[in-house]
């Protein structure tokens, strides 16, 4: 059985940096993929960044395109999203998120395609 384990996180002001990282226990097969999805207040959950562990392939969405990083730890079973240049809409409950794929398949970044799922954790930015 897999679970995540997400950290960071916190209250930052807008043009501020954050970083949450995420780890996955209980995975043992030969390639997956992790990352972020979020949900502000009111809003449906939606997907952030994702990414394939075994070649760190990528996928951002265009809100977060050129201010969210993410990145592996394999050996870690970790990911990091290194979120700057933040701003007051980026305000949600982050959530981290792990799924099983074959190596040929593209990064997942769809809800439904994620298996695994951690507690969120609220980020804050202040206007």
């Known amino acids: 059985r897999c679970s995540c384990r997400a950290s960071g996180g916190g209250l930052v002001q807008a043009g501020g940096s954050l970083r949450l990282a995420c780890t996955a226990s209980g995975i043992s097969f030969d390639d997956y993929a992790m990352g972020w999805f979020r949900q502000a207040p009111g809003k449906e959950r939606e997907g952030v960044s994702f990414i394939k562990m075994t070649d760190d392939s990528t996928y951002h969405a265009d809100s977060v395109k050129g201010r969210f990083t993410i990145s592996s730890d394999i050996s870690k079973d970790t990911v990091y999203l290194q979120m700057n240049s933040l701003k007051p809409e980026d305000t949600a409950v982050h959530y981290c998120?792990?799924?099983?794929?074959?190596?040929?398949?593209?990064?997942?970044?769809?809800?439904?395609?994620?298996?695994?799922w951690g507690k969120g954790t609220l980020v804050t930015v202040s206007s």
């Open positions: 998120a792990a799924t099983i794929i074959s190596s040929s398949w593209s990064v997942p970044y769809l809800r439904y395609q994620y298996d695994y």
